[in-house]
């Protein structure tokens, strides 16, 4: 499946499921799954990081590198749900997109389906530019990059870089949260996506993310077992305009991800007022 075909079946049927065909081997050796995944997924993230290097990085070519890791996923055993996209395909103006974070397979699969729509980038942490190899792809996509050592710079720095973004024509993906989690803490989830779209004059999205397929190591947060018996979720809501002081679309924000999180079987700690 290429590119064009994916963005075709994203659009036709507002989503995508994959086959519900597994492999023999991942059945038969369970750690099957880990060691070829993270053999495909190093060898794609070495290639797009050479392409990356070249200086020509441009919407497909990030879209195919990623549509190439929803093929290791599957390839691992894995299964990928990606709804809610009706109130989107139509959708002319950019976004912001405000998601939970569970694993790093969030930053992977997000841009194949979201750059069907439109252009897009990421809120990264400034940590993840140095980083080797997969570092000079995340550069080349020009994130705006927060230190996450001074909220109050960091807030000035999204609000500023996202509004200049914005008035492109380019969508944002934020994930406000202090760390990624299988668990969605709703407490340490900030508003500053809401801020963002307040101040540059855009409707929110709520994304719902159960990745939990690939965990978070122990050692390397990046490479965690993988469990194909989890499958992938991912659940766009409908735009939301951000009136008054946003405190009202935040909840709404937040209310959509606890239930889907909730009817996925994640774990989610509510807040206590």
């Given amino acids: 499946m290429e590119i064009d075909q994916f963005w075709h079946i994203l659009k036709t049927n507002v989503g995508y499921h994959s ?10 050796f369970p750690f099957w799954a880990t060691f070829i995944y993270y053999v495909q997924l190093l060898n794609i993230i070495l290639i797009e990081s050479i392409t990356a290097r070249k200086g020509v990085y441009e919407r497909k070519t990030w879209a195919r590198g990623s549509l190439g890791v929803v093929k290791i996923v599957e390839s691992a055993g894995g299964r990928l749900h990606v709804s809610g996209l009706k109130g989107l395909v139509d959708h002319q103006e950019p976004l912001v997109y405000i998601a939970n974070h569970m694993s790093l397979l969030d930053t992977l699969v997000l841009p194949c389906i979201l750059l069907a729509l439109n252009r897009v980038t990421f809120v990264v942490k400034e940590g993840l530019l140095r980083y ?40 944002i993906i934020i994930f406000p949260q202090a760390t990624r989690s299988i668990v969605f803490d709703t407490a340490s989830f900030n508003s500053l996506g809401v801020k963002l779209a307040r101040k540059a004059g855009v409707a929110v999205v709520p994304v719902a993310l159960k990745t939990d397929f690939q965990g978070n190591g122990r050692i390397i947060k990046d ?7 989890k499958e992938i979720y991912i659940k766009f809501g409908e735009p939301i305009t951000v009136e008054g002081s946003g405190q009202v679309t935040h909840q709404q924000i937040v209310t959509f991800i606890t239930e889907n999180l909730t009817a996925w079987g994640a774990k989610v700690n509510p807040s206590i007022s």
């Fill in 19 to 28: 086959s519900q065909t597994r492999r023999f081997l991942v059945k038969k």
């Fill in 132 to 171: 080797p190899v997969l570092g000079s792809i995340i550069r080349a996509v020009r994130p705006i990059a927060v230190t996450r050592q001074n909220p109050r710079e960091d807030l000035k720095l999204v609000l500023n870089q996202g509004q200049a973004l914005i008035s492109q024509g380019c969508s």
């Fill in 223 to 229: 490479m965690g077992p993988v469990d194909p018996s």
